[in-house]
Each structure stands twice: as C-alpha cells, then as structure tokens.
DNA sequence: ATGAAAATGAGATTCATTCTCACTTTCAAC
DNA sequence: GTTGAAAGTGAGAATGAATCTCATTTTCAT
C-alpha cells in the first residue's frame, strides 16, 4: 500500500523485534526501499537469532499501524517497504527493475468523491508509473 | 499494468493457442477479472490438451501486445487479466478481496509533466484504491 | 513467584509463476 | 511435396515470496 491517510501511527507497546525491525527501516537514507530479506539481513546483525517468519509478522504489523508502508509494485517479483513519508507515488523502471519515490498524489477531495460516487470506502491509495529510468535508456 | 497508452494493439500472427486464450477473456463481460487459473479452466474446455504454462506465455504476450491487460492487485495473491478498455483503476476490498473498475485515469498532461520533470518514460500507469465495498461494510 | 497471553524461531508448506526440455507444429524456400 | 530451421507446446520440475505450524521462550500484570 502506498498512502495511508488514517492519520499517525498509533502509540501501542511493540516487542523488541520489531522495534530492531523498524530500526533497520529507519537507518536509512528516506527514498530507499528494502525487501523483506534485505530488511532481514540489516535486523539480523543486531539480532543473529531473529527469525525470518518473525520479519514478515513484525513487518506487516508495522505497516498495518502506519510506521512503516509496503509497497507493492505491479511487476516486481516482491514487495519492498520504505519508512513513513510525505504521500508518493512510485516508478519502477522495467529494464533494470529499480524503483523510486515520484513525488505526487491525489488531491483528497477527488478521493471523497469516488468513494461516494461508488459507496465504496477508499483508505489507501496507490499510484504506480512503470517504464524506463534514464540510465536505462 | 492497469492503463496501457501506446497506441491499439499490434497487428501481428498469434499462435491458435493464444486465440483461445485471448477468447476466453474476451467472451465475459467486461469489467470481469480472472485469474490466469480462471483463463486456463476457460480456455482448457476448447483446448483439453492446453498446458498452463502455455497459458501463462499467452497471458504475457497478449498483454504485451495490448489485447488484455494484466492487473496487480496490492495485496492480492495473484494477478488479474481484464479485456482492453478504457482506462480506469482498480478498487480493491480489503475485506472480502473483490475487484472492480473504478472510472478514473489521470491526466495526460500530468504524466507528460511528470516525466519530463524526473527525466523518465513513463509507459504505465496504475492507481489503485482499497478499502471496503459497500456489502462489506 | 506465577500463570496466562503474546511472541519467537525453525522449518514445513503453499501457491503463483517461471523454467526446462524433448517433442510437435508451422511455414517459407526449394 | 519435401525439407529444415524456428517457433510453439505440454508436462512437470524448479523457484521463491509469503504464510503457517508448533513447541519453546519471553513478557508482564498480579
């Protein structure tokens, strides 16, 4: 999911794990996106035993409370997650893969609108580009 | 991908298999979204013989070409096809994980903006809503 | 200290998709 | 019509992300 306008995340008690977890999201340079076993291997050199079931369940928690968002882009073989940032869109380039933030998203009104034109409750957005970077091409 | 604007499908020799494939996406109403499982159950009673894998190879190359249209559902389990039609997005219910067309697409002028602006191709285009369906809620 | 509930790790499992490969079909050139 | 190279095919194996299971461990209010 790419947008979460619910509000901030909820202030609940998270185990450890999860805060090393989110930590391995955190230490990064905002715009990068790490896969479930990149996020894996960064949580696991604070926690060697730390379980890759236990990454999956920390991670879909963390995005599940808005600390972290997942990212699920049409085409890529998996879902990457990148930590809690102003609303976006993103770009995946079909040549070499790689996916980046575009800084873009719907007016909030236009949202409201198709929700009530369709009874539908909309609470996550995503918009995804799919083509070729510069470098590629 | 869920909007595919370059230009109508290629004029070129498809295999018979493809045909039948591309048939039994064709003959359900539009607006319907099947499972490449759903493609091959439905084209398997014209063609018992007809391999999965064959329809998996069909799907990719009939989307490439622009006859059907390959749908990434965020938080699906699997990809949808859907016959060519207008643009639109996609509204995904969390809840009880149907599918519809949501009348939308951004503007052209927009997209142009975009790339020109972060120096990208932007091929494709995808924006997808979730939340709950009115039978849902 | 204590016990119920939550969390954990390891490995098995699931399942959509892709790959492999021996075989078959197609079709343009002769 | 024959031929041969290229394309297509089906069956099943392989891949790999994600989920499930379950016995064990940790947490924490009491």
Redo the contacts with the bound molecule.
Sequence with gaps: MSSNFGGSPARE??????LTILAAIRDIAPGTHL???DVFARARRQ?P?????????????LSELGYVI?V?VPGA???VYEQTAEPHAHFRCSSCGSIRDIAFSLPPELLVGLARQHDLQIEVESTTFTGRCASCR
Excluded: E, M, S
């Excluded at 008690?13 to 999860?18: D, G, M, S, V």
């Excluded at 035993?49 to 928690?61: C, E, N, P, S």
């Design positions: 008690r998270l185990p450890a794990n999860y896969t479930a076993q926690r035993k730390l379980g890759f079931a236990t990454v999956h369940r920390g991670l879909a928690r997942k699920d073989a998996c879902a």
